[in-house]
């Protein structure tokens, strides 16, 4: 066993690991100068001579020319007699340095060294892995899909580094297999018990920011800037934006030609349907825009709760609130509002809270929360839609609708 087997193993370790130059030469030579503080007690008059690019070590040991009669030291002293065999030209005080082979350490030292040097570069690469990640969270990365558990999956990047996507980080309709290519932004870097872990996410809202700069030149050059994000991963999205060049329409740059910017972020989050709109310092018109498509008759502020009444012509409760009602959700999550729907009562309609005599007033309360404040939008509405808003029975539903047509006859 050599010195040039043994390092150059580990020069090609670091070209693998991307361990730069002066970095692993100083882990080198600190592992050596160990070894030799072990073997000899001392590495004081050593020379450590690394040449990383050829993968060789030389170790050099330096050792003054004494008289027999003074030799004490057999590390840092040779005798004269000794050294005259070797070349009769030196004198007392001279130095004399010879070389030190891997073979004089013992197969146990070599052993112990081997398993410290890969020891110290795994440690370096960890610390390398973990530093690099910590300057990428809030970025996009792209890794391929190497193991699906129940709670996470496992990713490598293009340097085979472990990447963790878990379960609460996914897109509800994500479906994963092995070898796919997938992207997400770098949530949090950790380290536990010495080891990087590194957290992805797909559902921060950041990650639908990123996909936006990527797509749109305009947002990446800061022309647009990305006000407001309101997100339910999967389903639904709104995106407030702002254009400081007066000839930039926002919202027509973020969406492209026939849709085709928005199209890709879209499809990258599993068919989300994204909302993108003006953003405004006008409280009443932000709310406004926020409740797209529907259209709003009248709004009523109150800056100190933070609450707004928005009133609405009966068919546009619905689209207000949305399918499930997300859109009133995600109007809510982007203002910082709390949005209360009512119906504008048409002539000859009744408000609900007339009924206060013949109806409990949970029940009044959980209609008014669906978008049915008045009596006529009740009955628009099957007996089976009634129960299941306001959570009744369907015989609860049929008396309510019992009570409310009477005000008719």
């Known amino acids: 066993m050599d010195n040039l ?29 160990h070894a030799l503080q072990r073997q000899y007690g001392t590495d004081e008059n050593f020379d450590v001579i690394i040449n990383a690019e050829k993968g060789d070590l030389e170790i050099w ?6 008289a027999d009669e003074d030799f004490t030291d057999a590390v840092r002293e040779i005798k004269l007699s000794e050294i005259r065999q070797i070349d009769d030209s030196y004198e007392v005080g001279d130095e004399y340095t010879d070389e030190i082979t891997l073979d004089s350490f013992g197969r146990r030292t070599v052993l112990s060294l081997r398993q410290n040097l890969a020891s110290r570069i ?81 559902t921060a809202n950041q990650f639908l920011e990123r996909l936006f700069e990527q797509e749109v030149p305009e ?4 022309l647009i800037t990305i006000k407001q994000i309101a997100r339910i991963p999967g389903e639904r999205a709104k995106v407030a934006v702002e254009s400081y060049d007066d ?7 973020c969406v492209g030609m026939k849709g085709s ?9 599993r068919n989300e349907n994204i909302d993108v709109i003006n953003y405004t310092t006008n409280t009443s018109l932000l709310i406004q825009r926020s409740l797209n498509p529907a259209k709003i008759s009248s709004i009523t502020i109150d800056e100190e709760k933070k609450t707004a009444s928005v009133y609405l012509k009966p068919d546009q409760v619905s689209l207000a609130i949305g399918k499930g ?31 206060a005599d013949e109806i409990d007033g949970w029940i009044i309360d959980a209609l008014r929360a669906a978008g ?19 959570d009744l029975e369907i015989e609860q539903a049929e008396k309510i609708v019992a009570i409310l047509r009477a005000e008719f006859e």
């Not at 391929?144 to 980080?169: G, H, S, T």
């Not at 947002?219 to 800061?222: H, K, L, Q, S």
């Not at 000839?247 to 740059?253: I, R």
């Open 325 to 355: 009602g997300l859109n009133i959700r995600l109007s809510k999550m982007l203002t910082g509002y709390d949005i209360d729907v009512y119906r504008e009562i048409e002539e000859e309609d009744v408000a609900l809270t007339e009924f």
């Open 261 to 269: 910017r928005i199209y890709s972020i879209v499809k990258e989050l």
């Open 372 to 390: 049915c404040d008045t009596a006529k939008s009740v009955l628009e509405l099957p007996v089976e839609e009634i129960a299941s808003r306001a």
């Open 5 to 33: 087997n043994l390092i150059s193993n580990f020069a090609e370790f670091k070209e693998l690991k991307n361990i730069d130059k002066a970095t692993m030469i100083g882990v080198l030579e600190d592992v050596f100068r």
């Open 61 to 66: 040991r330096n050792r003054t020319v004494v």
């Open 247 to 253: 000839h930039v329409d926002p919202v027509g740059a």
């Open 122 to 202: 795994l440690d370096l690469e960890k610390a390398n892995i973990y530093a690099k990640y910590s300057e990428k969270v809030g970025e996009i990365v792209t890794g391929e899909i190497y193991q699906v558990w129940k709670k996470e999956v496992l990713i490598l990047d293009d340097e085979d580094n472990e990447l963790i996507l878990p379960k609460a980080e996914q897109i509800p309709s994500d479906y994963y297999h092995k070898g796919d290519t997938i992207k997400a932004i770098v949530k949090t870097v950790e380290m536990n018990n010495n080891q990087p872990r590194i957290i992805l996410s797909r």
């Open 219 to 222: 947002i990446y050059d800061g």
